[in-house]
């Protein structure tokens, strides 16, 4: 049924909606001829972690048989306390509890096999193509500046110090001061091309599920260590972009999320 709109254009803004709407919807599956994709065609997968600079900077991480800080709490507790916090205090977050959240998101378990790995989180054909990078500036044991995580080997790689990171983050959020107060911000950014060599013109729709399913497990690892978290997605796509390196294409943000001591 269309709707009158007082001053618009009803039909075009009405055909507008309907392209935008179908980015959530499945009926294209119906239409794609999956033969055409380049796994079907025989064309090598790509990597399931993006390479590192030669020479760059690795910092192993605390293993979870190492995690002596971190206690247990009831799922039903977890799920039932979980929400979205804005305001955090100046308690630094230990190497050890950034960990145990990395890990909760994007945590490798089992053997890698080929083309897959399995995770601690669910995505469309196993194919993650999801990176993790970490605007730090309150994290002991870690200067200010943007890390990324390497699920593989369980470390962190330096992308680069930034002692003013903090004012850049919030430009980044279009002024949303969460980022600039928190121990770490957690950014996730989307490889496309990771899905999109399995599932073609069917895969950003997976891409944007798969990123709902890391943060909500973000949400649930801070219940358990006493922080909190604020899932954000208005931000300045190209600024933020360009903060992180990426070139907009074959990388970009998709989402992120302030993470600090309640």
Not at 208 to 215: E, T, W
Request: proline share 6%; aromatic share 8%.
């Amino acid at each position: 049924m269309r709707h009158e709109r007082k001053g618009l254009n009803v039909m075009g803004e009405d055909e507008r909606l309907e392209t935008l709407r179908a980015f959530l919807k499945d009926t294209r599956r119906k239409e794609f001829d999956f033969s055409t994709t380049d796994q079907n065609r025989g064309v090598p997968p790509p990597p399931i972690e993006k390479p590192c600079r030669p020479g760059a900077r690795r910092i192993d991480l605390p293993a979870s048989d190492q995690w002596t800080g971190i206690g247990d709490m009831d799922l039903k507790q977890a799920i039932g306390e979980r929400r979205s916090v804005r305001s955090f205090s100046d308690a630094p977050l230990s190497l050890e509890e950034l960990a145990f959240l990395l890990w909760s998101t994007q945590g490798v378990r089992g053997k890698v096999a080929g083309a897959h790995a399995l995770r601690v989180v669910p995505s469309a054909g196993c194919r993650h193509a999801l990176e993790t990078y970490l605007a730090v500036l309150n994290v002991n044991g870690l200067q200010k500046g943007v890390y990324r995580y390497l699920p593989l080997s369980h470390q962190l790689v330096l992308e680069f110090l930034d002692e003013g990171l903090a004012p850049r983050m919030v430009e980044a959020a279009l002024g949303q001061p969460y980022p600039g107060k928190a121990a770490a911000t957690f950014i996730w950014t989307a490889v496309p091309y990771r899905m999109e060599w399995r599932y073609g013109e069917v895969a950003h729709k997976v891409i944007a599920l798969d990123a709902g399913h890391v943060c909500q497990n973000l949400y649930l690892a801070c219940e358990v260590i006493g922080a909190g978290t604020c899932a954000i997605a208005a931000y300045d796509q190209e600024r933020l972009d360009e903060l992180l390196g990426l070139d907009g294409k074959e990388e970009f943000t998709i989402y992120l999320a302030p993470v600090g001591k309640v």
